[in-house]
């Protein structure tokens, strides 16, 4: 069980803290769902450009220009 827990943490860290979840108070569940989708599509993408351009796939800041 310690190794499914550690993949379900994983998940929450990834989806409360980097997509910023604890900032949303929706007001319907399509909603969140939709945010939800659409941040997830930017980071596949993202993670998918950068492996075109030979980058190292987690370098958001730098392929963003941050």
């Known amino acids: 069980m310690a190794g499914l827990r550690q ?3 994983s998940v929450y860290d990834k989806l409360f803290n980097t ?3 604890w900032r949303e ?3 319907e569940l ?3 769902r939709a945010r939800l ?3 997830v599509a930017l980071h596949n993408f993202c993670i998918w450009l950068n492996d075109r ?3 190292p ?3 958001f ?4 220009g941050w």
């Open 57 to 59: 796939r987690l370098a």
């Open 37 to 39: 989708a659409a941040r």
């Open 30 to 32: 399509g909603g969140l």
């Open 7 to 9: 993949i379900v943490e």
């Open 19 to 21: 997509f910023g979840l």
């Open 61 to 64: 800041a730098d392929l963003l």
């Open 25 to 27: 108070r929706p007001h």
């Open 53 to 55: 351009l030979g980058r």
